[in-house]
């Protein structure tokens, strides 16, 4: 089985200021993938960053980067330089073999100007 | 266009009729996934499919059934056995290899 647990319910950010959301995870498996979705208020997923489990680099796109620490099993999202449209709520993930798909809870962002 | 469409946008129902709400992809994508998605709520998966006439059972499968007889199709059945089937729904879909999941625009389920 896996599992994935997003701690925070909703997180505040000053405009321009930097954010980390927190997931955890669990898996029995050694070949994995993890995700950070965000869901704006359209409901549109939108895929925000991806990393190997196998990649020990931490995976960055613009101004959103991870901290992956697979002995803990954590993978945490940092949104720096926050803007109004990163207002929206954020699903952490994993994708093992079988290519179950599985998300946490989320986490809300409001940005606030 | 590639994507992945869900339709209805929006669907009633009355209480104790099943209803089916339709997923179709034309991304060439072997897996196909059903997620439901309650006010303030997580994703949770319903049931997927990585292949033709091959599906699993998700975290919340009970009072839901599922078909994919054809790649570009995975229909979900919402039965009179769900006890609390208001929701949204998403469908989403993955190609073999890749590790981007696209999604569709989702369903509105109202049972009343």
């Known amino acids: 089985a896996q599992t994935v647990t997003q701690s925070q319910p909703e997180m505040s950010v000053q405009e321009a200021e930097t954010v980390t959301l927190s997931c955890t995870y669990d898996t029995s498996e050694s070949d994995y993938y993890l995700f950070w979705y965000k869901q704006p208020p359209s409901r549109q997923m939108i895929l925000v960053i991806r990393q190997e489990a196998y990649k020990q680099q931490n995976a960055t796109e613009n101004r959103f980067s991870v901290n992956f620490q697979k002995a803990a099993k954590s993978f945490s999202l940092k949104i720096s330089d926050s803007q109004l449209g990163d207002a929206a709520m954020y699903f952490c993930?994993?994708?093992?073999?079988?290519?179950?798909?599985?998300f946490g809870g989320g986490t809300r962002v409001l940005v606030k100007p | 266009d590639g994507g992945i469409t869900q339709s209805p946008k929006y669907l009633f129902r009355k209480e104790g009729q099943n209803v089916t709400l339709s997923c179709e992809q034309n991304l060439n994508h072997d897996a196909m996934y059903w997620y439901r998605q309650d006010p303030g709520q997580g994703l949770r998966l319903i049931y997927y499919?990585?292949?033709?006439?091959?599906?699993q059972k998700g975290d919340i499968a009970e009072g839901y059934s599922v078909s994919r007889e054809k790649k570009e199709s995975f229909p979900l059945t919402v039965t009179s056995a769900q006890k609390n089937p208001t929701a949204f729904y998403l469908c989403?879909?993955?190609?073999?290899?890749?590790?981007?999941?696209?999604f569709g625009q989702g369903t509105r389920l109202t049972v009343v």
């Open positions: 993930a994993i994708k093992a073999a079988g290519n179950k798909l599985t």
């Open positions: 499919s990585q292949i033709v006439n091959d599906f």
């Open positions: 989403a879909s993955l190609g073999i290899g890749s590790t981007e999941a696209f």
